[in-house]
Nanobody, 127 residues
Framework: QVQLVASVGGLVQAGGSLRLSCTAS????????IGWFRQPSGKEREGVSC????????DYKDSVKGRFTISRDKAKNTMYLQMNSLKPEDTAVYHC????????????????????WGQGTQVTVSS
């Protein structure tokens, strides 16, 4: 069974840090682009970060640049989103996702590009 299993999110104070992870089972993350998306309550889903299968092309939502870092550990078949200096506006349900591009150096913050999604995990940042 192909699936992405996300770690539990959490409640953190503004300025704090949290690391989300998603572990793949039934397939390898080695050759896929991976991404993180989030959906604040009552709002549309938005792209947060993505990285190409070559691991050298990344993209971040402007509001998280310099604070969030996407990465993967191929040995553990796991992807991560390190979130630092969290703000209340980062509160949302976060989703991990993976997809394939023919170009290994391509990744976009476009949800339709990704075909396997993890379950959502709630991140709440208190002020």
């Amino acid at each position: 069974q192909v699936q992405l299993v996300a770690s539990v999110g959490g409640l953190v104070q503004a300025g704090g840090s949290l690391r989300l992870s998603c572990t793949a089972s039934g397939f390898t993350l080695d050759h896929s682009a991976i991404g993180w998306f989030r959906q604040p309550s009552g709002k549309e889903r938005e792209g947060v970060s993505c990285i190409s299968s070559s691991d050298d092309i990344t993209d971040y939502k402007d509001s998280v640049k310099g604070r969030f870092t996407i990465s993967r550990d191929k040995a553990k078949n796991t992807m991560y989103l390190q979130m630092n200096s969290l703000k209340p506006e980062d509160t949302a349900v976060y989703h991990c996702a993976m997809g394939y591009y023919t170009d290994s150096r391509r990744a976009r913050l476009v949800a339709n590009d990704y075909d396997t999604w993890g379950q959502g995990t709630q991140v709440t940042v208190s002020s």
